[in-house]
């Protein structure tokens, strides 16, 4: 079974520009999270969907978005780019319909540059 | 509030030492889950072992061996024989329904 997909690998922006990012589940999954990875603050919860309905948000500003479209494939967008959101941000899925009673398995990652 | 205290930042090692990492959790859940992920350099966390908050069985698996103590509320993973490819960073994470918590996660080095 082919893993957890995530594109772009890498992005740079300059601050004021949006972005979205784009994650394909692996197959079957219908549950995907996506994480925030940075140096300083570690691996913050951004959201999590089922059936394309956010379960759980994180405390991330408004700026942070996300959809789940009916395949499963999740994108996340951010606007108006700031610095600090340079980072990994990763995706994981997994089958659970109940959040936190499942095993995720995380994508490769997306590497995001603001300049 | 559910919180995963990683307190080694980092360790270092040369090869074939047995290492372990240390995971203290906190949760007032009684169904818990707990993880353990390998992020490599190329960046993708790696799952590694999950365990149930009424299974205390310990694992081995090859090389890698996981102690869960709920009376200590302690989930530690040691590596023997470390390898040079070992060297990661390695989390622990908890999960419980409606909520995943991860720890800060400790970077192994293993030296040649």
């Known amino acids: 079974k082919a893993g957890v997909t995530q594109t772009p690998r890498y992005l740079i922006k300059t601050r004021g520009q949006q972005v979205t990012l784009s994650c394909s589940p692996i197959?079957?999954?219908?549950?995907v999270s996506w994480y925030q990875q940075t140096p300083g603050q570690g691996l913050q919860f951004l959201f999590e969907?089922?059936?394309?309905?956010?379960?759980n948000k994180g405390n991330f500003p408004g700026r942070f978005s996300g959809r789940q479209f009916s395949n499963s494939r999740s994108e996340m967008n951010v606007s108006t780019l700031e610095l600090g959101d340079s980072a990994l941000y990763l995706c994981?899925?997994?089958?659970?319909?109940?959040?936190?009673?499942?095993?995720?398995?995380f994508g490769p990652g997306t590497r995001l540059t603001v300049l | 509030a559910q919180k995963v205290t990683q307190a080694q930042t980092e360790i270092s090692v040369v090869e074939k030492e047995d290492v372990t990492l240390d995971c203290v959790y906190e949760?007032?859940?009684?169904?818990?889950?707990l993880f353990w992920y390998k992020q490599p350099p190329s960046g993708e966390l790696v799952f590694l072992i999950r365990?149930?908050?009424?299974?205390?069985q310990n694992e081995i698996s090859g090389r890698y061996s996981w102690n869960f103590q709920k009376s200590t509320s302690s989930f530690n993973f040691t590596i023997t024989a470390s390898q040079v490819v070992d060297s990661a960073v390695y989390f622990c994470?908890?999960?419980?329904?409606?909520?995943?918590?991860f720890g800060d996660g400790t970077t192994l080095t293993v030296k040649p």
């Open positions: 949760t007032r859940d009684t169904t818990y889950y």
């Open positions: 365990r149930n908050s009424f299974d205390e």
């Open positions: 994981a899925s997994s089958l659970s319909r109940q959040p936190g009673t499942d095993t995720q398995y």
């Open positions: 969907y089922f059936s394309e309905t956010q379960r």
């Open positions: 197959s079957g999954h219908r549950s």
């Open positions: 994470a908890l999960s419980a329904p409606g909520k995943s918590t």
